[in-house]
């Protein structure tokens, strides 16, 4: 998380000066290892591609290799001698989904804050560059639309479709009399806390982590998700309906196994797909995605001091 030192919103990042000496906020990264630099160099390279075009001239922020690679990924993170700062890039391998940490201290070595792609041989190349366009949001300090507090306004939200439901349900049977919290709740109002609240989440159904409204995690974004007006359905930063399902519908398109959609003007079930668009070659940041990140990252017209 920031420090709070930086000139950011959120203390992330740092301001810099580019090369002709203009204000911008750079976000280095650099590569864990060279087989992870040539895995995913035009992956990330075209996810960066997304926000920039989407970005430019309006924000100072540049996501850029760090400099001391001098513009060759295979100079991985631990090459960089100078104490100056980056993102790590890393292959977390084919299961499971990507993630990133939300922002990134400038000033700590944090482990934490480090951008992890997965699924490299599961998804087609335009998926993974969706993937990591969404990551690449939470490393500016973007949270998930569908956490905000206001989102049961906007969006049906099936907990019970969740991957690792029935696992959390049998938890629940087995050990939830011995659980404190508990006491007096039916199984009904115990599912109900896993799909809620953060410990119990954490104990009983981790996959529902993802999907807890903000304001009961806790993040130092909240109050200003709060502010953020109507949902934004296409953001690059929803999950996608049936992104996270316990089981593969018989048909496809059975919102009957949706965990995640909404009603259209019309009152017709709706689904959602990440970043606007059923084809990930066409997804990518909304034009409210880049309202936020030039609210975190506005761009200066003046040449610095
Ligand atoms: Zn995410």
């Known amino acids: 998380m920031g420090s709070g030192n ?5 203390g992330w990042p740092r301001r810099g000066l580019d090369e002709a000496g203009y204000n911008y906020y750079p976000i280095f990264y650099c590569f864990d ?3 992870a630099a040539r895995q995913w160099e035009i992956v990330v390279t075209k996810a960066i591609e997304k926000w920039q075009l989407a970005l430019y001239p309006y924000s100072g922020l540049r996501i850029q290799l760090h400099p001391y690679c001098r513009g060759n ?3 991985t993170c631990n090459q960089i001698r100078s104490p100056t700062d980056w993102f790590k890039i890393e292959d977390g391998g084919g299961e499971g989904s990507s993630s990133s940490s939300t922002g990134y201290d400038y000033y700590e070595r944090n482990p934490y804050e480090k951008l992890t792609l997965r699924g490299y041989d599961a998804r087609t190349h335009d998926m993974l560059v969706v993937d990591c366009a969404h990551e690449l949001g939470h490393t500016m300090g973007l949270g998930h639309e569908h956490q905000r507090p206001d989102r049961d306004e906007w969006l049906e939200f099936h907990c019970n479709n969740l991957a690792g439901a029935s696992a959390a349900h049998d938890d629940i049977d087995e050990n939830g009399d011995s659980d404190i919290d508990f006491i007096g709740l039916n199984h009904d109002q115990r599912f109900d806390m896993a799909c809620t609240t953060r410990d119990k989440a954490e104990r009983y159904f981790p996959e529902a982590l993802s999907y807890i409204k903000y304001e009961y995690l806790g993040y130092p974004w909240t109050n200003f998700e709060k502010d953020a007006g109507a949902l934004d359905v296409d953001s690059i930063m929803i999950y996608s309906t049936w992104q996270a399902i316990d089981e593969e ?8 196994y949706a965990e995640l959609f909404y009603y259209d003007e019309h009152a017709n079930l709706a689904a959602i797909y990440q970043g606007g668009n059923l084809r990930p070659l066409l997804a ?5 995605n880049v ?3 030039i609210y975190l990252y506005p761009k200066w017209d003046g040449q610095a001091d």
């Open 6 to 10: 930086g000139d950011g919103v959120f």
């Open 33 to 35: 290892t060279v087989d």
């Open 73 to 75: 990924s295979y100079v």
């Open 284 to 288: 990518g940041p909304t034009r409210r």
């Open 249 to 256: 519908p018989d048909e496809e398109n059975d919102f009957d």
């Open 291 to 293: 309202m936020r990140v």
